[in-house]
């Protein structure tokens, strides 16, 4: 399917337990983006990426680890869950480089549940 | 520290409505500013603005920035149920080429 997808879409684990979130995108854009969303806060960023192999954290990085070893994967991954780390995760991916868009494109979304 | 705050966090309107929603903003290097709404699902794009003192139109929403003043609004005319969302404000800029910063939204409720 072309566009961006996430998968699972939801997700109930236990503390403790490690989770990967994943992230796939068929443009080719060369940003990739994780957040987290939770009420009275927005969209808060994770970690995000400009390029296949480069990687930098955003603005609640701990406990969360990323990789990205092809342009059009980003997988998220929970090393040990807690509950605070219960959320709705956004995948979004853009392209601003050369007079491209600053527009980022959203997954639709996992709801983790962590128990 | 880059930094976006949107007021008010909540409102409440009645059909045919004017509502206007507010963006203020610190960032370093400020490239964009981009409008998003969000109903139960992923946000979706609303508008981009880079240029001061520009309207950005879209049927009944409107949008325009004032880089002076650090700030944005969006309008929307002749509310609708069908508006009622969470409204996001994110700013481009700082160190980093393509990352957004957000603010923490404004939930608008749109009663018939």
């Known amino acids: 399917d072309a566009g961006i997808t996430q998968s699972p879409r939801y997700k109930i684990t236990e503390t403790g337990r490690q989770v990967t979130l994943m992230c796939h995108q068929t443009?080719?854009?060369?940003?990739m983006f994780w957040y987290r969303q939770d009420l009275g806060h927005g969209l808060r960023l994770i970690y995000y990426?400009?390029?296949?192999?480069?990687?930098d954290k955003g603005e609640v990085p701990d406990g969360y680890v990323v990789s990205r070893s092809k342009t059009e994967n980003f997988p998220l991954t929970l090393e040990s869950a807690t509950r605070s780390q219960t959320s709705v995760y956004f995948c979004?991916?853009?392209?601003?480089?050369?007079?491209?868009?600053?527009?980022?494109?959203f997954g639709p979304g996992t709801r983790l549940t962590v128990t | 520290e880059d930094k976006v705050v949107q007021s008010p966090l909540s409102l409440v309107v009645h059909e045919g409505d004017t509502v206007t929603l507010n963006c203020s903003y610190e960032?370093?290097?400020?490239?964009?500013l981009l409008w998003y709404k969000q109903e139960k699902k992923a946000p979706t794009f609303l508008f981009m603005l880079?240029?001061?003192?520009i309207e950005k139109k879209s049927g009944r929403l409107s949008s325009i920035l004032d880089k002076k003043e650090l700030f944005s609004i969006l309008n929307i005319t002749a509310t609708q149920t069908g508006d009622s969302a969470v409204y996001l404000c994110?700013?481009?800029?700082?160190?980093?080429?393509?990352?957004?910063?957000f603010g923490q939204g404004t939930i608008l409720t749109v009663h018939p």
């Open positions: 979004a991916s853009s392209d601003p480089g050369q007079g491209g868009s600053y527009e980022q494109y």
């Open positions: 994110a700013v481009g800029g700082g160190t980093s080429y393509g990352k957004l910063t």
């Open positions: 880079t240029s001061s003192g």
């Open positions: 960032v370093t290097n400020f490239r964009s």
């Open positions: 443009w080719s854009h060369s940003y």
């Open positions: 990426s400009a390029a296949a192999d480069i990687t």
